[in-house]
């Protein structure tokens, strides 16, 4: 009953997390990036590809870069105001579905969430 309580209480002092979040690498994101790279660039006034530039995609609202032809799906979640922040993008990467269903990706999603967080690091360096 003392390791019930302990555990508790150490949860309540890291603010409801049992373990500090895992440090986020931008050089190991670049690597997991490479999964990516067959439908995105990531470079400033990059190309689009089968996806769009994620240039600068923190902070983007969804669906915005011009010329590039987004899902009906994708287009409608822009309209309901869908903007990509850390929290949105890691839903979306971990499963591109539950965020947009019907939409076209066609990625499986990344579970592995130091790769998760390093990948975040390396669009975050990048926008």
């Keep these: 009953m003392i390791r ?10 890291l603010g409801g997390s049992a373990l500090p979040a895992a440090a986020q690498d931008a050089a190991a ?3 997991v990036f490479n999964q990516c790279r067959a439908c995105h660039t990531v470079d400033a ?4 590809g089968v996806g769009p530039n994620l240039h600068g995609i923190i902070g983007r609202k969804a669906a915005s870069i ?3 032809r987004y899902s009906a799906a994708m287009r409608a979640k ?4 869908l903007e990509w922040d850390e929290e949105t993008l890691r839903a979306y ?4 579905r539950a965020v947009v269903p019907a939409g076209s990706m066609s990625y499986p999603g990344l579970r592995n969430e130091q790769q998760l967080n390093d990948l975040l690091a390396y669009l975050k360096a990048n926008s």
Aim: overall charge neutral; glycine content about 22%; aromatic content about 4%.
């Design 4 to 13: 019930v309580a302990s555990l508790a209480l150490a949860v309540a002092m």
């Design 29 to 31: 994101g670049q690597r």
């Design 45 to 48: 006034g990059g190309r689009n």
């Design 66 to 68: 011009e010329g590039f």
């Design 78 to 81: 822009a309209e309901g105001g």
């Design 93 to 96: 990467v971990t499963n591109p």
